[in-house]
Nanobody, 122 residues
Framework: QVQLVESGGGLVQPGGSLRLSCVASGSIFAINAMGWYRQAPGKQRELVAVLTSDGSPTNYADSVKGRFTFGRASAKNTVYLQMNSLKPEDTAVYYC???????????????WGQGTQVTVSS
């Protein structure tokens, strides 16, 4: 019932920028956290950035600090990932992530988007 819908992926030259967006929709009682992970060919999925609802600052991967900006958009249940100064090493499938409750009486569960391809190449 809950869906995470991503947009903004594509092909960009080194040094360029992309902005990814993710909208969580469906029957949602509360969201504990939302963020982004990525998986490059031949590698395991890794955390890029996650923002929790407890007031803690955004947690960024060391490899993207200073280049990527993650935050909550003005629209309800929407987050973005602004990616600047992109490098070929950033090439990966990027997945939106959410930890949320669909009902007060149920434990929180993980939800994932379908993934969007980001390719950085000249």
């Amino acid at each position: 019932q809950v869906q995470l819908v991503e947009s903004g992926g594509g092909l960009v030259q080194p040094g360029g920028s992309l902005r990814l967006s993710c909208v969580a929709s469906g029957s949602i009682f509360a969201i504990n956290a939302m963020g982004w992970y990525r998986q490059a060919p031949g590698k395991q999925r890794e955390l890029v950035a996650v923002l929790t609802s407890d007031g803690s600052p955004t947690n960024y991967a060391d490899s993207v600090k200073g280049r990527f900006t993650f935050g909550r958009a003005s629209a309800k249940n929407t987050v973005y990932l602004q990616m600047n100064s992109l490098k070929p090493e950033d090439t990966a499938v990027y997945y939106c992530y959410a930890d949320l409750h669909v009902n007060l009486g149920l434990a929180a569960e993980d939800y994932w988007g379908q993934g969007t391809q980001v390719t950085v190449s000249s």
